[in-house]
């Protein structure tokens, strides 16, 4: 059964930073591209950034572009989010998803980031 | 960025009838590859989103065929033939073929 599992929310302050991990199993990971989405309170769903297969290309939209680091370990079944530079309006449940933008099909159950003073 | 619009935002339907949400695109979305990367989400109450639909009218294994997918260009639909009470929660269209993806803000589906 594939499984992915979120952990390393919490609440930080502006400017501060995070980092966020994804627990993978049930699948082989190292075939897929990974991706983070988020979704910010009363707002809709954002993608954040994918991740190919191998782990060295990734990919980030606009608003997190410098500031957050996505990686990938094969070998652990693992990926990643670093956060820096928070701002307020990084606050969302963040979600680990297995595939790209063409094949996305899996989620995770999301952790929760609070930016906030 | 694409922008995905849904509707409509609620949709109160009866056991056994039929249900159809809308999702329109403001780009065509045939990816130059020639496929149409436009999927639907299913979100039930307390879970994670599953997908249902993939490439426009790909049902996902696992997904009774109450579900289907249609459209073209810039306008897709998912309609439920029957609605059963599992049905219910939140419905996400989310395009894949330009960067980046985006989503359509979603349609609750209650019964009534």
């Known amino acids: 059964e594939v499984q992915l599992v979120e952990s390393g929310g919490g609440l930080v302050q502006p400017g501060g930073s995070l980092r966020l991990s994804c627990a993978a199993s049930g699948f082989t990971f190292s075939n897929f591209l990974m991706t983070w989405v988020r979704r910010a309170p009363g707002k809709g769903l954002e993608w954040v950034a994918t991740?190919?297969?191998?782990?060295?290309?990734?990919y980030y939209v606009d608003s997190v572009k410098g500031r957050f680091t996505m990686s990938k370990d094969n070998a652990k079944n693992s990926l990643s989010l670093q956060l820096n530079s928070l701002r307020v309006e990084d606050t969302a449940v963040y979600f680990c998803?297995?595939?790209?933008?063409?094949?996305?099909?899996?989620w995770g159950q999301g952790t929760l980031v609070t930016v906030s003073s | 960025d694409v922008v995905m619009t849904q509707s409509p935002l609620s949709l109160p339907v009866t056991l056994g009838q039929p249900a159809s949400i809308s999702c329109r695109s403001s780009q065509g979305l045939v990816h130059s590859d020639g496929n149409t990367y436009l999927k639907w989400f299913h979100q039930r109450p307390g879970q994670s989103p599953r997908r249902l639909i993939y490439q426009v009218s790909n049902r996902d294994s696992g997904v009774p065929d109450r579900f289907s997918g249609s459209g073209s260009g810039t306008d897709f639909t998912l309609k439920i033939s029957r609605v059963e009470a599992e049905d219910v929660g939140v419905y996400y269209c989310m395009q894949g073929t330009h960067w980046p993806p985006t989503f359509g803000g979603g349609t609750k589906v209650e019964i009534k």
């Open positions: 998803l297995r595939g790209g933008a063409h094949e996305v099909d899996r």
């Open positions: 991740v190919n297969q191998g782990g060295s290309e990734v």
